[in-house]
């Protein structure tokens, strides 16, 4: 496959929910893409999708909100989660983004940057820094993803 194909084909990957950058690398470097490079372009392609995300649940939560049961039934959800935030306020926006960054800095599948903006849109953070939370994640995300595909932490004994 070319090169730069399977680049395009791993940032798709990169972008799609639940696969992310953990299946747009590997897929990038097994089909002859450098893995610093599909690093990069995966990385970015899958941050690009934090504002996507936010609009999308804004758009789509604006729509939903005109239908009585999911007006009823989410506000009622917001409602409690938000009022437990509260309790915990002082702690809550500093402890509450460093978790955000580590759980999209997990490398398994639904741990990535659509669920991290969904966490961040429901729990409202502020959202420039849930971007770099979730960017930071991200980052991290792909560069444990790419040391595994690389074999690098084979290589020091952390994988067998």
Do not use: D
């Given at each position: 496959?070319?090169?730069?194909?399977?680049?395009?084909?791993?940032?798709?990957?990169?972008?799609?929910?639940?696969?992310?950058?953990?299946?747009?690398?590997?897929?990038?470097?097994?089909?002859?893409?450098?893995?610093?490079?599909?690093?990069?372009?995966?990385?970015?392609?899958?941050?690009?999708?934090?504002?996507?995300?936010?609009?999308?649940?804004?758009?789509?939560?604006?729509?939903?909100?005109?239908?009585?049961?999911?007006?009823?039934?989410?506000?009622?959800?917001?409602?409690?989660?938000?009022?437990?935030k509260e309790k915990v306020k002082k702690n809550y926006q500093i402890y509450g983004i460093?978790?955000?960054?580590?759980?999209?800095?997990?490398?398994?599948?639904?741990?990535?940057?659509?669920?991290?903006?969904?966490?961040?849109?429901?729990?409202?953070?502020?959202?420039?820094?849930?971007?770099?939370?979730?960017?930071?994640?991200?980052?991290?995300?792909?560069?444990?993803?790419?040391?595994?595909?690389?074999?690098?932490?084979?290589?020091?004994?952390?994988?067998?």
């Amino acid at each position: 496959m070319n090169p730069l194909l399977a680049l395009v084909l791993g940032m798709l990957l990169s972008i799609s929910p639940i696969i992310e950058l953990r299946g747009g690398i590997p897929f990038a470097v097994a089909h002859g893409v450098n893995p610093l490079t599909a690093f990069i372009f995966c990385s970015l392609a899958n941050i690009i999708v934090i504002p996507i995300a936010f609009l999308f649940l804004n758009y789509l939560h604006h729509h939903l909100l005109k239908f009585n049961f999911y007006s009823r039934s989410f506000n009622v959800f917001l409602k409690k989660l938000r009022k437990r935030k509260e309790k915990v306020k002082k702690n809550y926006q500093i402890y509450g983004i460093i978790a955000l960054t580590l759980f999209v800095a997990i490398p398994l599948p639904i741990t990535g940057a659509w669920t991290g903006s969904l966490i961040a849109w429901l729990l409202n953070f502020k959202k420039g820094k849930s971007f770099l939370a979730i960017s930071l994640g991200v980052i991290i995300a792909g560069i444990i993803v790419t040391l595994i595909v690389t074999g690098i932490l084979t290589a020091l004994g952390f994988l067998i």
